[in-house]
């Protein structure tokens, strides 16, 4: 039996305490699947979310020694029968067990990429994905207003950028600025910065001197708390709040008429591959996000990659310091 190296885990808890790197039985491709050689594996919030058992079923951990993480990228080494994706064929993928050497899974689950397409990029498909998701969700049109939380995040940054590609602005809500070269910022789509540990006036307040009384079309928030009713009420009439996250452990309140007399929208997003792959009919989608992602002028932070022996300080960085940039585990080029 061939062994691999893989970051498993045996009972539920926090991805620092629990998490283990071990080596397992080398998977057989099972009948309709491809055999994928992963090169690099994201480390996302989701991923914690799997560990301490909080997803829906069917995507509930298995013991003993489940296999952690959810997304990544690598090469096709085994395809399937009458498959169309062929030995050497890059892809990208979200699916399960896929912090290790290898990954059988269904053909698809995989979004072949080109060649030359940065690994940074193909091993947080989801993000971009989820950014782009979040944008054509919020329905804004050139020229509005749209409001992101922790606007350093991997999803705001990609979502600001592919935002002022079609004239859209997006206000950028973060605890503290981070320390970037100058002009980065700019380069990262943002038309404005909010940050809360230097605000001196009611949020709401700041909102409307940003976007000159107009209100925001949308709000996509990722954190919660009592931010979230602030961000809400500064909605235009018509508004979406989307809600994508959680990382505030405390509650926002409102009263109905925030709601109802603003013809707000409260909507929940879920990421599309969660559940199924990829629709023939995404295709185009998923080709047009990779080509217009694809020119280094469109930035992601990334924090590096670490070896699989390392995989320990990458996630402890990767919950403890999210904002230096997005970490990936690699298991091969």
Request: net charge neutral.
């Amino acid at each position: 039996m061939s062994l691999m190296k893989a970051i498993v885990f045996d009972r539920i808890g926090d991805p620092r305490d629990v998490l283990r790197l071990a080596e397992v039985p080398k998977p057989v491709r099972s009948p309709g699947h491809i055999l994928v050689k992963t090169s690099w594996a994201s480390i996302n919030p989701g991923d914690g979310l799997f560990v301490q058992n909080l997803y829906p079923e069917p995507k509930k951990p298995k013991f003993p020694a489940q296999i952690a993480g959810n997304h990544g990228a690598g090469v096709v080494v085994e395809a399937a029968e009458g498959g169309t994706l062929l030995p050497g064929t890059r892809v990208a993928f979200s699916y399960v067990d896929v912090w290790a050497e290898y990954i059988s899974m269904p053909e698809a689950w995989a979004i072949p990429v080109p060649d030359d397409y940065p690994l940074e990029k193909s091993a947080q498909m989801v993000n971009l994905v989820t950014a782009r998701d979040l944008l054509d969700m919020s329905g804004a049109a050139p020229g509005e207003w749209i409001a992101v939380t922790a606007g350093n995040s991997t999803v705001s940054t990609m979502l600001a950028q592919m935002a002022r590609a079609k004239d859209i602005h997006v206000l950028s809500i973060v605890r503290r600025r981070l320390a970037l070269p100058s002009g980065e910022s700019a380069a990262l789509g943002a038309s404005a910065v909010v940050e809360l540990s230097s605000l001196d006036v009611p949020l709401g307040e700041r909102i409307a001197e940003i976007t000159k009384g107009k209100g925001l079309r949308a709000a996509i928030d990722g954190v919660g708390g009592p931010m979230a009713g602030d961000l809400i009420r500064s909605l235009s009439f018509g508004g979406k709040f989307i809600v994508y996250g959680g990382f505030s452990q405390e509650r926002f309140s409102l009263h109905n008429f925030d709601i109802l007399m603003n013809g707000v929208r409260i909507e929940p997003y879920l990421y599309r591959y969660f559940f199924e792959p990829p629709k023939a009919e995404d295709r185009a989608w998923l080709e047009d996000i990779v080509r217009t992602t694809k020119p280094e002028a469109f930035r992601v932070r990334s924090a590096g990659a670490h070896a699989a022996d390392d995989f320990a300080s990458a996630v402890r960085e990767s919950f403890e310091r999210p904002e230096a940039g997005k970490r990936f585990v690699a298991f091969g080029e």
